[in-house]
C-alpha cells in the first residue's frame, strides 16, 4: 500500500475537487517520494480504489501536516471525486486547503 498526500486543491463552481497536487510520501523518512505534481481527481479516486490512502495537508506554521484523509464519493451522473473523510472539523474541510490557480 502507497501513501499520498494533497497540499493544495482547484475546485469547480460547486465546491468539488476537479485537480490536485500531490504526490507519494516515503513514511520511513516522511518527506516526498518522488514530489508533487498536478493530476486530475480522477489520479485520486484511482489511487483509492486500489486500496492506497490518500491525506490531506492543511498549512501551519510549521509547514503543511497531514489532518485527514480522502475517501471516494460517487455522484448520479457518474462522475467521482474526493471528499474528506469523517465528520466536519473546523478549520479543516477542502475549502481551507491551498488553492491551485485556475
Same mark, same amino acid.
Given at each position: 500500500?502507497?501513501?499520498? #498526500?494533497?497540499?493544495?486543491?482547484?475546485?469547480?463552481?460547486? +465546491?468539488?475537487?476537479?485537480? @490536485?497536487?500531490?504526490?507519494?510520501?516515503?513514511?520511513?523518512?516522511?518527506?516526498?517520494? %518522488?514530489?508533487?505534481? @498536478?493530476?486530475? @481527481?480522477?489520479? #485520486?479516486?484511482? #489511487?483509492? /480504489?486500489?486500496?492506497?490512502?490518500?491525506?490531506?495537508?492543511?498549512?501551519?506554521? /510549521? +509547514?503543511?501536516?497531514?489532518?485527514?484523509?480522502?475517501? @471516494?464519493?460517487?455522484?448520479?451522473?457518474?462522475?467521482?471525486?474526493?471528499?474528506? %473523510?469523517?465528520?466536519?472539523? /473546523?478549520?479543516?474541510?477542502? /475549502?481551507?486547503?491551498?488553492?491551485?490557480?485556475?
Amino acid at each position: 500500500m502507497k501513501v499520498y #498526500a494533497v497540499s493544495k486543491v482547484r475546485l469547480d463552481a460547486d +465546491g468539488r475537487i476537479t485537480h @490536485v497536487l500531490w504526490g507519494e510520501v516515503d513514511t520511513r523518512r516522511n518527506e516526498w517520494a %518522488d514530489g508533487e505534481t @498536478v493530476a486530475p @481527481v480522477a489520479d #485520486a479516486v484511482r #489511487a483509492l /480504489h486500489t486500496g492506497h490512502e490518500v491525506f490531506a495537508l492543511f498549512p501551519s506554521t /510549521h +509547514g503543511h501536516l497531514p489532518e485527514r484523509r480522502f475517501r @471516494v464519493v460517487d455522484y448520479d451522473s457518474g462522475w467521482e471525486t474526493i471528499s474528506l %473523510d469523517g465528520p466536519p472539523t /473546523h478549520e479543516r474541510e477542502v /475549502h481551507d486547503m491551498e488553492r491551485l490557480p485556475g
